[in-house]
């Protein structure tokens, strides 16, 4: 089994990591609860598939809450639902919420947990990969709102992460891809050789390799911790750098109201391709680095360009403008300055990026 810590005065805790590690889960999913029931909060999706195994892990007696698949769970409306049955369960502070799904769940699940009784426990098990190697670690929980994605929300940690890579031979090959994109973005930002790592064995992960699987889950998530840990709720310039490719991305997503037409992940495959290019552009990143990452994201199906659907360059800044990294109106971009090498761009000259954003849908 793989341990990783994220190290945060007083609210420490570990990512455990290992192929059926789900069967012996109440081993792990302790607390102050004792023996009380636990509540498992999950979709129809991965209830169908695997809540039965989840449960049997779990060796107390367990409620269940079962929401519709889809971003679109994460709104006022399935809030309230969920709020209102986790208080009717009677579940306390230290009861154990378990988040049972992909990053829906577990966003909708921890903003949950942190307004429940001014903030209770919960427990991440992860069912994507990109809730494996993104979502389910550092603590930010949120909602959509009409005017934007994860604009109401809040930082609460869970207290413990359980990923089982085992969960991902039932994925869908198009979410398994979309969630490979939040992998190869550890590589991006910081971590040239990760990037190798990835350029060799992609097709191995997304082949339903355990091992490589295992092998990206461990390495993403230690890079997050890291980062987490030294910059728990983004008021230095490094958690942002975990947004790269995300406020373009954002913006697409937006256009393709956060539906099936882009999945997360492949609005940030996206949005990565559209930043070394950007960056490319201004002339403070090799080409050769833009034209390998791009086609790195092609091979491995994921698309780097802006989708038909979303070809409006205006439309696209009003959504960057709503960009949580905004200060006193100014955009922050992340940009880079080759493959590793990402850094946080303050107060972006958004006419210019209108205009790159302009030739990027003409061209
Ligand atoms: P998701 O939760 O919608 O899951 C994708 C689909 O896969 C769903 O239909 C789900 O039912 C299904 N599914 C889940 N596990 C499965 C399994 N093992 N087998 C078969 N089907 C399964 O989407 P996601 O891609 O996991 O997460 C996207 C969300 O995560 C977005 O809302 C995004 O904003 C959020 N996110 C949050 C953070 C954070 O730091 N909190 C980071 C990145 C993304
Ligand atoms: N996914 C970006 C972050 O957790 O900060």
Redesign the pocket.
């Known amino acids: 089994m793989t341990r990783i810590d994220v190290a945060l005065a007083g609210r420490s805790y570990p990512i455990f990591i290992e192929s059926g590690i789900s069967a012996h889960a109440g081993m792990h999913i302790q607390g102050p609860g004792g023996d009380r029931p636990q509540v498992i909060v999950t ?4 209830a169908d ?2 809540l039965e195994k989840l449960r049997n892990g779990l060796n107390r007696a367990v409620e269940t809450i079962i929401l519709p ?3 679109a769970t ?1 709104n006022w409306t399935q809030l309230e639902t969920l709020v209102e049955r986790l208080l009717s369960f009677g579940v306390e502070r230290g009861d154990n919420i378990i988040a049972f ?7 909708l699940t ?1 903003f949950a947990a942190a307004i429940l009784r001014r903030g209770c426990r919960f427990v991440q098990v ?3 990969l ?2 494996q190697v ?2 389910s ?2 603590g ?3 909602i ?1 709102s009409a005017a934007g ?2 604009l109401v929300g809040a930082f609460h940690q869970p207290s413990l992460v359980l990923i089982d890579p085992d ?6 090959s198009r ?1 398994l891809r ?2 490979y994109a ?1 992998v190869v973005k550890y590589g991006l930002i910081g971590d040239a050789d990760f990037f190798e790592w990835c350029d060799a064995h992609a097709a191995a992960l997304l082949a339903g390799e355990t091992d490589e699987q295992t092998h990206a889950i461990a390495a993403s998530c230690r890079a997050k911790a890291a980062v987490v840990a030294a910059d728990e709720r983004e008021t230095a310039d490094m958690r942002a750098l975990l947004n790269l490719g995300h406020t373009f991305g954002h913006a697409l997503e937006a256009e393709g109201a956060y539906s099936d037409r882009l ?3 492949e609005a940030v495959a996206s949005g990565m391709a559209l930043a070394f290019r950007y960056s490319a552009r201004r002339g403070l990143c090799p080409a050769e680095d833009a034209g390998k990452v791009e086609r790195h994201l092609q091979v491995h199906g994921l698309s780097t360009r802006i989708p038909d659907f979303a070809a409006d360059p205006d439309r696209l800044i009003a959504h960057m403008r709503q960009d949580k990294k905004a200060v006193s109106g100014k955009v922050a971009l992340i940009l880079a300055r080759g493959i590793g090498r990402a850094f946080v761009a303050h107060d972006v000259d958004l006419e210019d990026v209108r205009s790159f954003l302009s030739e990027e849908i003409a061209g």
């Open positions: 979709d129809e999706t991965v598939l695997h698949p889809g971003e994460k799904g992909g990053g829906v769940i577990g966003d921890g992860p069912t994507t990109l809730a993104d979502s670690v550092g930010k929980t949120a959509n994605k994860n969960f991902l031979a039932t994925l869908p979410h979309a969630g939040e999945l997360h992940g």
